[in-house]
């Protein structure tokens, strides 16, 4: 039992350590082919890069493949990265050049992003609930009817919470550009939202 003990204690240590490892660090010892923090990095963020990959492409088997590609480029060039953004955001602008790579491959550049209404309140009744499914439908199709670019910008501020700057670095644009983007495509929006009965959406 004792050992029990100390296997478990010795585990719950790696756990927190791990935790406490900035990604900053981790990629450091990836640029020093340490696999346990390629490990690390991976589980930390393989489900972000895979959704935003999602809805980009709109293929899970393709989504599953870029997902592999984008941190088989991480291991290869952990070393290259220079500090100048967070690693969340280097990470979606490897996935964003491979997702579009793709799309032009498959001769299909159409971006399709979902909407970021997709979590009810708990304390919902049943007919609050159902509408709020049925604002999240239509909010979905608005943003559908968006173009690539403001469909890109809607997804990155606010599904995925980057900051202006983080935008324009994921895109490669300047940041004068994402916030004229954000101003009609959320202009758009709104057009598009009261066409279809709908006054407001939470921002």
């Given at each position: 039992m004792p050992n029990v003990i100390a296997i478990n204690s010795a585990a719950t240590?790696?756990?927190?350590?791990?935790?406490?490892?900035?990604?900053?660090?981790?990629?450091?010892?990836?640029?020093?082919n340490h696999r346990t923090s390629m490990h690390t990095l991976y589980a930390?963020?393989?489900?972000?890069?895979?959704?935003?990959?999602?809805?980009?492409?709109?293929?899970?088997?393709?989504?599953?493949?870029?997902?592999?590609?984008?941190?088989?480029?991480?291991?290869?060039?952990?070393?290259?990265?220079?500090?100048?953004?967070?690693?969340?955001t280097w990470l979606l602008s490897i996935a964003r050049f491979k997702a579009?790579?793709?799309?032009?491959?498959?001769?299909?550049?159409?971006?399709?992003?979902?909407?970021?209404?997709?979590?009810?309140?708990?304390a919902d009744t049943p007919e609050t609930s159902l509408d709020r499914a049925t604002t999240s439908e239509i909010l979905r199709a608005c943003v559908a009817k968006l173009s690539p670019a403001h469909r890109e910008i809607i997804n990155l501020v606010y599904y995925h919470e980057k900051s202006v700057e983080e935008a324009g670095q994921i895109i490669g644009i300047p940041q004068s550009t994402v916030k004229t983007r954000m101003f009609y495509a959320r202009k758009q929006l709104a057009d598009l939202l009261r066409?279809?009965?709908?006054?407001?959406?939470?921002?």
């Open positions: 240590k790696h756990i927190d350590a791990a935790r406490a490892t900035s990604d900053e660090m981790l990629l450091a010892r990836i640029a020093k930390r963020h393989n489900v972000r890069v895979y959704r935003f990959v999602l809805r980009m492409v709109r293929d899970t088997t393709m989504a599953e493949d870029l997902v592999s590609q984008v941190f088989l480029d991480v291991w290869r060039t952990a070393a290259q990265f220079e500090g100048r953004s967070q690693v969340s579009l790579t793709a799309l032009r491959q498959r001769k299909h550049e159409d971006i399709d992003q979902e909407d970021v209404l997709e979590i009810a309140d708990g066409g279809a009965g709908v006054d407001s959406v939470a921002a």
